[in-house]
């Protein structure tokens, strides 16, 4: 049974979730390119218009990315394998990308 506080839970959820819009090719080029992105307070990633990123948080570690089929994908070498996700933007600027296994990342915007 839930009680009254995670049913509240659930709809703040639920509404939060509400706000973001899922981005197609197109908006995630204009999310993503040339921006500079915070997670955390721990960690930085820049998405540089070439398809190389930099993500920072003790070191900076250099990846390639790319749009394809409405997803960001990423590629982190010494791996050959690229990763992707569902994007989600907000008004307010942040990106949510969205893994196929169910875990969620959330940047805000530094710039």
Not at 65 to 81: A, D, I, K, M, N
Request: proline letters at 4%.
């Amino acid at each position: 049974m839930i009680g009254k506080a995670g049913l509240a839970l659930m709809m703040m959820t639920g509404m939060a979730h509400a706000d973001w819009v899922q981005l197609d090719d197109a908006g995630i080029k204009a999310a993503l390119t040339d921006r500079d992105f915070a997670y955390d307070d721990t960690a930085t990633q820049h998405f540089h218009g070439s398809g190389r990123t930099r993500y920072t948080s003790a070191e900076p570690s250099w990846g390639y990315w790319r749009v394809e089929g409405g997803q960001y994908c990423s590629q982190w070498p010494p791996g050959l394998e690229w990763d992707c996700y569902d994007v989600f933007g907000h008004d307010t600027g942040a990106v949510r990308w969205d893994a196929a296994y169910g875990n969620s990342t959330i940047g805000r915007p530094l710039r």
